[in-house]
């Protein structure tokens, strides 16, 4: 009996030092694991454009990876390039928005001092210059972004990777049946099928989803009024990638050029409500017609892998963590021993969430109907 738990304790022990350790190897070779995982994304995303390519037009398959890759290249490119010039509008009004917001700040700060009859000596307007804060604010923002683009253009990894995973697809999918060899080939083929078709529809979902809640937003934005209306509405509809938080972020920086631009601050009021409007849309009618029934993740895991994997990785890791976590449900769900794991991802159904007594009054009122 000793030795059983002896060797019980052993493997939980073991199993926790390899956890550790892959978390380590994770953090340390992160200039490896993003671009791989960032060309393994945009691998999901082009790939039909190939299978196009070869099937309908016959392409050799060296000149249809060639010509995905210089698609997927030019379409985020020219993405970028739209972020960056509606970025530099909203940077080149930073003074202007800085100022505004500096004298709300002081007159609000005035009002409490005549109210309450504070002496400016106890006041802390003196001491807080609001204009100097919001103005590095806006420099460290726009220097993050910079170096991020650079980090971006800098990575040569990527479009070899991307290279790598569409012209050698044959050749990875042997490796991977020589790897596995006590599994069947269609077992195999079918997992890849899975994790492959659950990326695409996600991938493809999320940027449906993305661009209906941006063009939403920057319409509300654009009938208040309001400046860089493009910018603000698909930035808020970017940070849909983190749930439940990301809107409140998204909305509370066009309410405040709302109030530094408006001279009512009804129009604050009217952005956050519009913002609110479309995140009911979208969470209610948008995203359930367009991404249907794919696996899902229920929002607290959604929620928790998104911190942990911006703790291990930063900006990038938020980006790829919601796809990895689907990927890891398939392969849970699949695995006789992971089965349980794969359960606490996905979303629980009505009767996980129902209380025990209202599931007993409902089995004694069939058995009473009996």
């Keep these: 009996m000793n030795t059983k738990s002896g060797n019980f304790q052993n493997h939980y022990s073991l199993n926790l030092i390899g956890f550790i350790a892959i978390i380590f190897i994770l953090y340390v070779l992160k200039p490896i694991i993003i671009p791989l995982l960032l060309a393994m994304i945009l691998a999901v995303l082009v790939f039909p454009v190939q299978r196009f390519l070869e099937r309908r037009w016959r392409w050799n398959r060296l000149f249809a990876t060639l010509v995905s890759i210089l698609v997927i290249f030019i379409s985020v490119a020219s993405l970028l390039l739209i972020i960056y010039s509606q970025f530099n509008n909203f940077i080149s009004s930073g003074e202007d928005y800085a100022e505004k917001i500096s004298q709300l700040y002081y007159r609000i700060v005035g009002y409490f001092q005549e109210t309450f009859n504070i002496s400016k000596n106890d006041s802390i307007s003196n001491d807080l210059k609001i204009e100097n804060l919001i103005k590095s604010n806006m420099a460290k923002i726009g220097g993050f972004l910079s170096e991020s683009g650079s980090i971006l253009s800098n990575i040569i990894l990527i479009p070899i990777s991307l290279f790598f995973f569409l012209y050698f697809r044959r050749f990875l999918r042997i490796f991977l049946y020589k790897l596995f060899r006590n599994e069947t080939k269609s077992f195999l083929n079918k997992m890849i099928g899975k994790i492959y078709r659950i990326q695409r529809n996600y991938l493809v979902g999320l940027a449906k989803v993305i661009g209906i809640v941006g063009v939403l937003n920057t319409a509300g934005l654009m009938i208040l009024g309001i400046k860089n209306a493009i910018f603000f509405g698909f930035f808020a509809a970017f940070l849909?990638?983190?749930?439940?938080?990301?809107?409140?972020?998204?909305?509370?920086?066009?309410?405040?050029?709302?109030?530094?631009?408006?001279?009512?601050?009804?129009?604050?009021?009217?952005?956050?409500?519009?913002?609110?409007?479309?995140?009911?849309?979208?969470?209610?009618?948008?995203?359930?017609?367009?991404?249907?029934?794919?696996?899902?993740?229920?929002?607290?895991?959604?929620?928790?892998?998104?911190?942990?994997?911006?703790?291990?990785?930063?900006?990038?890791?938020?980006?790829?963590?919601?796809?990895?976590?689907?990927?890891?449900?398939?392969?849970?769900?699949?695995?006789?021993?992971?089965?349980?794991?794969?359960?606490?991802?996905?979303?629980?159904?009505?009767?996980?969430?129902?209380?025990?007594?209202?599931?007993?009054?409902?089995?004694?009122?069939?058995?009473?109907?009996?």
């Design 240 to 370: 849909l990638l983190i749930p439940y938080i990301g809107i409140i972020i998204g909305s509370l920086i066009p309410a405040l050029v709302a109030l530094a631009t408006k001279d009512s601050a009804w129009y604050a009021f009217g952005v956050i409500a519009i913002f609110w409007f479309v995140q009911v849309l979208e969470g209610n009618i948008i995203t359930p017609k367009i991404t249907g029934s794919k696996v899902s993740i229920n929002a607290f895991v959604a929620i928790l892998s998104l911190f942990l994997f911006s703790m291990l990785w930063g900006v990038f890791g938020m980006v790829v963590a919601l796809p990895l976590i689907a990927s890891l449900k398939i392969i849970f769900d699949n695995t006789p021993g992971l089965k349980a794991y794969g359960f606490l991802i996905g979303e629980p159904i009505n009767k996980h969430l129902q209380s025990e007594a209202r599931n007993r009054l409902k089995r004694w009122r069939k058995i009473r109907g009996k």
